[in-house]
């Protein structure tokens, strides 16, 4: 069976499982030498019966006081191996050479490095917020912000819970919202632009559907707090205004009260000290920022 086939039969088989159908696509199509994820037992024997080429290696790990598989898949059966040794190593393993064997690029490997190299716990929120400051304008196709499934630690696992009971009605699984799945070192990365194009055109090749959706919502403004308190909005950032007609989904954990405000108004302003919620000229609502991290707006949307 040729490449394009085994792309089309994926589309049909994979949105079975938990796996993530683009990064899939690229490993089956060779633009990604491999990929890790949790992994259920049935999972492998679908994929290992319709994707011989596939090679699956595992390793059984806690999380979340559950026994799960960590698998790394791959054509290439030696890298596979090597990059699941890395990743499950006890005394955290060598990142810089899993980046390397998964081709991130090495801008982006350095840059996640310096922010939980050497057992630093990982600051998502910092990270996050170093990247946009360090861009001259956010590209669509690698914003990660919805990309946030292998990154829910022990701690998160409620409000992970409190996320998918909000949004178990959306139109994709809530993995599929991402054409890229490393951080990124800025939102101007040309390297990882060039890998979320490569997987962009993957997907609205064999599934445009599912493409119209994903680019849809990733190519929207957001006012980002932390990984689950974070709103899309419908709308254009002008002059650093945030002009929006609604917020889309997926939903995140929001204060009721700060939601209530979002949903009455129309505009929004985003300094280093507050966040001002209006309704056109009037103000609505004024929340007191913590920091200058707590809450600032990235505009994915395109020109």
């Known amino acids: 069976m040729n490449i394009s086939n085994q792309l089309k039969k994926a589309i049909n088989l994979i949105p079975r499982t938990n796996l993530v159908l683009q ?3 690229a490993v089956l199509a060779e633009k990604k030498p491999v990929m890790i994820y949790v992994v259920k037992s049935d999972e492998i024997k679908l994929i290992k019966n319709n994707f011989p080429q596939i090679n699956i290696v595992c390793h059984n790990q806690i999380i979340g006081n559950k026994k799960v598989l960590i698998c790394a898949l791959s054509k290439d059966k030696s890298l596979a191996k090597k990059a699941i040794n890395i ?3 006890k005394n955290g393993g060598d990142f810089k050479l ?3 064997l998964m081709r991130y690029p090495k801008c982006c490997v350095e840059s996640h490095l310096r922010y939980c190299g050497q057992s630093k716990q990982l600051d ?3 990270i996050i917020y170093q990247a946009y400051k360090s861009s001259k304008k956010c590209n669509f196709l690698i914003n990660n912000l919805l990309n946030f499934s292998t990154r829910v630690s022990d701690k998160d696992s409620n409000d992970f819970l409190h996320y998918l009971q909000l949004n178990k009605n959306i139109a994709i699984p809530y993995r599929y919202f991402q054409f890229i799945s490393h951080n990124s070192c800025r939102y101007d990365c040309k ?3 060039k890998i979320g194009k490569e997987i962009n055109s993957l997907l609205k090749e064999y599934a445009p559907k599912i493409e119209k959706i994903v680019k849809y919502t990733l190519s929207k403004p957001i006012l980002f707090f932390d990984l689950f308190k974070l709103v899309i909005f419908d709308g254009y950032l002008k002059k ?3 002009y929006y007609k609604k917020i889309i989904p997926p939903f995140f954990l929001i204060d009721d ?3 209530e405000k979002i949903k009455s108004g129309n505009r929004i302003i985003v300094d280093n000290k507050k966040i001002e919620i209006l309704r056109d000229d009037s103000t ?3 929340y007191q920022k913590k920091s200058e991290i707590d809450g600032f707006i990235l505009d994915f949307s395109e020109d």
């Open 98 to 100: 899993l980046g390397d």
């Open 257 to 259: 009260l700060l939601m």
């Open 124 to 126: 998502l929120p910092l």
């Open 240 to 242: 650093g205004i945030l």
């Open 191 to 193: 390297e990882s632009i």
């Open 87 to 89: 990743f499950c190593s």
């Open 284 to 286: 609505l609502f004024i």
């Open 23 to 25: 990064e899939f696509l």
